[in-house]
């Protein structure tokens, strides 16, 4: 079986993102991910991102050079980068969420629905993701 690596950080947009903005960047993301084997969430809330990006190691340094080198956003900080077992997001090149106010219990729902293996509580990424998010 391939390894397969996980990289969940979170940054602040540099531009408010209008809807139309969000959708032009995940339609060029979702293009390159689905070419490279990379799979993920992307979460927004108030100016603010958290991502988890999933593939083989090679991918995964052009996919997150691509996303180092994005203007749009700053203050990247990665709060993981290591080997996984399985992927959290198995069938989303990108699954994105834009989190409204008052919301967290929406949004973990959500991203139980994201992954099909959310309930897996042993993944780290998800482990990760999912306290992050209960905190927004
Ligand atoms: C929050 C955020 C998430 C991103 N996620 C991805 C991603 O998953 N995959 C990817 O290839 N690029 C990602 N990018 C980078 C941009 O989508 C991409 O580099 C940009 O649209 C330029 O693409 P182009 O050089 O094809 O025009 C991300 C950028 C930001 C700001």
């Known amino acids: 079986m391939p390894s397969l690596r996980s990289i969940v ?3 602040s947009s540099v531009i408010p993102f209008s809807t139309s ?3 032009d960047l995940l339609l060029k993301a979702k293009a390159f991910n689905s ?12 100016g603010n991102f958290i991502q988890c990006i999933e593939g083989p190691p090679a ?3 052009l996919t997150y050079d691509r996303i180092l080198k994005d203007k749009r956003h700053k203050g990247i900080i990665q709060l993981i980068n290591l080997p996984i077992p399985f992927r ?5 090149e990108m699954a994105f969420v834009r989190i409204g106010p008052n919301r ?3 949004l973990t ?3 139980s629905r994201t992954s099909p293996n959310a309930t897996n509580k042993t993944h780290p990424s998800l482990v990760l993701m999912n306290s992050f998010i209960s905190t927004l």
């Not at 070419?35 to 927004?44: D, E, M, N, P, Q």
């Not at 959290?88 to 989303?92: C, G, V």
């Open 88 to 92: 959290a997001f198995k069938s989303w």
């Open 104 to 106: 967290s219990q929406e």
């Open 35 to 46: 070419k490279h084997s990379i799979t993920g969430a992307l979460f927004y809330k108030d």
């Open 9 to 11: 950080y979170v940054s």
């Open 21 to 23: 903005d969000l959708e």
């Open 59 to 61: 991918e995964m340094v």
């Open 109 to 111: 729902n959500a991203l």
